[in-house]
Protein backbone atom coordinates (compact mmCIF):
# COMPACT_ATOMS: atom_id res chain seq x y z
CA UNK A 1 0.00 0.00 0.00
CA UNK A 2 1.45 3.63 -0.89
CA UNK A 3 0.11 6.92 0.44
CA UNK A 4 -0.09 10.23 -1.55
CA UNK A 5 -1.10 13.55 -1.53
CA UNK A 6 -3.37 15.03 -3.73
CA UNK A 7 -4.78 18.89 -3.48
CA UNK A 8 -7.59 20.07 -6.14
CA UNK A 9 -6.65 23.91 -6.80
CA UNK A 10 -8.55 26.62 -6.33
CA UNK A 11 -10.33 26.39 -10.03
CA UNK A 12 -11.43 22.99 -9.09
CA UNK A 13 -13.36 24.55 -6.81
CA UNK A 14 -14.29 27.69 -8.56
CA UNK A 15 -15.66 25.48 -11.40
CA UNK A 16 -17.39 23.39 -9.12
CA UNK A 17 -15.30 19.96 -10.30
CA UNK A 18 -14.52 18.28 -6.60
CA UNK A 19 -17.18 15.80 -6.66
CA UNK A 20 -16.02 14.59 -10.46
CA UNK A 21 -12.77 14.81 -9.48
CA UNK A 22 -12.93 12.70 -6.18
CA UNK A 23 -15.27 10.55 -8.36
CA UNK A 24 -12.38 8.97 -9.97
CA UNK A 25 -10.19 8.28 -7.66
CA UNK A 26 -12.98 6.68 -5.81
CA UNK A 27 -13.86 4.85 -9.29
CA UNK A 28 -10.16 3.82 -9.46
CA UNK A 29 -10.66 2.09 -6.38
CA UNK A 30 -8.19 4.24 -3.98
CA UNK A 31 -9.16 4.90 -0.62
CA UNK A 32 -9.83 8.33 0.83
CA UNK A 33 -7.53 8.52 4.30
CA UNK A 34 -8.58 11.50 5.11
CA UNK A 35 -9.61 14.90 3.10
CA UNK A 36 -10.30 18.64 3.99
CA UNK A 37 -10.59 22.25 2.86
CA UNK A 38 -8.42 24.89 3.79
CA UNK A 39 -6.68 27.72 2.38
CA UNK A 40 -2.85 27.64 1.77
CA UNK A 41 -1.27 30.78 2.76
CA UNK A 42 2.17 32.35 0.51
CA UNK A 43 4.05 30.89 3.05
CA UNK A 44 3.12 27.39 2.77
CA UNK A 45 2.49 27.45 -1.37
CA UNK A 46 6.35 29.17 -1.11
CA UNK A 47 7.22 26.37 0.43
CA UNK A 48 5.07 23.56 -1.29
CA UNK A 49 6.51 25.10 -5.24
CA UNK A 50 10.16 25.46 -3.86
CA UNK A 51 11.55 23.66 -5.96
CA UNK A 52 10.11 26.46 -9.32
CA UNK A 53 11.41 29.67 -6.79
CA UNK A 54 13.45 30.65 -9.64
CA UNK A 55 11.08 30.17 -12.71
CA UNK A 56 9.29 33.06 -14.39
CA UNK A 57 5.97 31.64 -13.24
CA UNK A 58 6.50 30.95 -9.40
CA UNK A 59 4.85 34.84 -8.17
CA UNK A 60 1.74 33.85 -10.73
CA UNK A 61 1.49 30.01 -9.46
CA UNK A 62 1.47 31.34 -5.45
CA UNK A 63 -0.98 34.34 -6.11
CA UNK A 64 -3.17 31.24 -8.16
CA UNK A 65 -2.62 28.51 -5.09
CA UNK A 66 -3.41 30.92 -2.17
CA UNK A 67 -6.45 32.94 -4.26
CA UNK A 68 -9.07 30.48 -2.99
CA UNK A 69 -10.04 27.73 -0.99
CA UNK A 70 -8.46 23.97 -2.00
CA UNK A 71 -9.24 20.49 -0.78
CA UNK A 72 -6.41 18.33 0.48
CA UNK A 73 -6.63 14.82 0.26
CA UNK A 74 -4.98 11.62 1.37
CA UNK A 75 -5.37 8.68 -0.80
CA UNK A 76 -4.03 4.94 -0.12
CA UNK A 77 -3.69 2.33 -2.59
CA UNK A 78 -1.30 -0.03 -4.60
CA UNK A 79 1.06 1.89 -6.08
CA UNK A 80 -0.79 5.30 -5.37
CA UNK A 81 1.40 7.54 -5.83
CA UNK A 82 2.39 6.73 -9.86
CA UNK A 83 -1.25 5.87 -10.32
CA UNK A 84 -2.49 9.17 -9.51
CA UNK A 85 0.30 11.22 -11.38
CA UNK A 86 -0.95 8.92 -14.11
CA UNK A 87 -4.62 10.06 -13.76
CA UNK A 88 -3.70 13.98 -13.50
CA UNK A 89 -2.16 14.32 -16.79
CA UNK A 90 0.73 16.11 -18.56
CA UNK A 91 1.42 19.08 -16.44
CA UNK A 92 1.64 21.21 -19.91
CA UNK A 93 -1.76 21.69 -21.07
CA UNK A 94 -1.22 21.05 -24.81
CA UNK A 95 0.42 17.60 -23.58
CA UNK A 96 -2.46 16.64 -20.97
CA UNK A 97 -4.43 13.89 -23.18
CA UNK A 98 -7.90 13.10 -23.08
CA UNK A 99 -8.93 10.77 -20.54
CA UNK A 100 -6.76 12.34 -17.56
CA UNK A 101 -8.27 14.86 -15.12
CA UNK A 102 -5.93 17.78 -16.64
CA UNK A 103 -6.55 16.42 -20.50
CA UNK A 104 -10.28 16.58 -19.62
CA UNK A 105 -10.72 19.92 -17.67
CA UNK A 106 -8.06 22.03 -17.53
CA UNK A 107 -7.40 24.83 -20.19
CA UNK A 108 -4.18 26.60 -18.56
CA UNK A 109 -1.01 25.14 -17.62
CA UNK A 110 -1.06 26.83 -14.34
CA UNK A 111 -4.70 26.86 -13.59
CA UNK A 112 -4.69 22.99 -13.84
CA UNK A 113 -6.97 21.89 -11.53
CA UNK A 114 -4.86 19.23 -9.67
CA UNK A 115 -1.79 18.37 -7.62
CA UNK A 116 -0.31 14.86 -6.85
CA UNK A 117 3.03 13.98 -5.02
CA UNK A 118 5.49 12.73 -7.93
CA UNK A 119 7.73 10.13 -5.72
CA UNK A 120 7.88 8.20 -2.94
CA UNK A 121 10.10 11.11 -1.02
CA UNK A 122 8.08 14.09 -1.65
CA UNK A 123 4.82 12.28 -1.15
CA UNK A 124 6.04 11.77 2.60
CA UNK A 125 7.07 15.45 3.23
CA UNK A 126 3.87 16.57 1.40
CA UNK A 127 1.66 14.19 3.81
CA UNK A 128 3.03 15.48 6.84
CA UNK A 129 2.93 19.08 5.63
CA UNK A 130 -0.87 19.11 5.08
CA UNK A 131 -1.85 16.37 7.14
CA UNK A 132 1.33 15.86 9.88
P1 LIG B 1 5.55 20.98 -11.65
O1 LIG B 1 5.88 20.59 -10.25
O2 LIG B 1 6.64 21.06 -12.66
O3 LIG B 1 4.40 20.05 -12.28
P2 LIG B 1 3.27 19.11 -11.63
O4 LIG B 1 2.21 20.00 -11.02
O5 LIG B 1 2.71 18.35 -12.81
O6 LIG B 1 3.94 18.23 -10.63
O7 LIG B 1 4.87 22.43 -11.64
C1 LIG B 1 4.03 22.82 -10.58
C2 LIG B 1 2.95 23.70 -11.11
O8 LIG B 1 3.51 24.89 -11.65
C3 LIG B 1 2.14 23.11 -12.25
O9 LIG B 1 1.13 22.24 -11.79
C4 LIG B 1 1.61 24.33 -12.91
C5 LIG B 1 2.69 25.37 -12.71
N1 LIG B 1 3.51 25.55 -13.93
C6 LIG B 1 3.29 26.69 -14.71
O10 LIG B 1 2.43 27.51 -14.39
N2 LIG B 1 4.04 26.85 -15.84
C7 LIG B 1 4.98 25.96 -16.23
O11 LIG B 1 5.63 26.16 -17.29
C8 LIG B 1 5.20 24.79 -15.41
C9 LIG B 1 6.23 23.77 -15.82
C10 LIG B 1 4.45 24.63 -14.27
Known amino acids: MEQTLVIIKPDGLRR ?3 GRIIQRFEEKNLTIR ?3 QGVMTEEIAQEHYAHLKDKPFFANLVAYMTSGPVVFLLLEGPDAIL ?3 QMLGATNVLHAVPGTIRG ?3 CSTTENLVHASDCQENAAIEIQRFFG
Open 104 to 106: DFA
Open 34 to 36: EMY
Open 16 to 18: KLV
Open 83 to 85: LVR
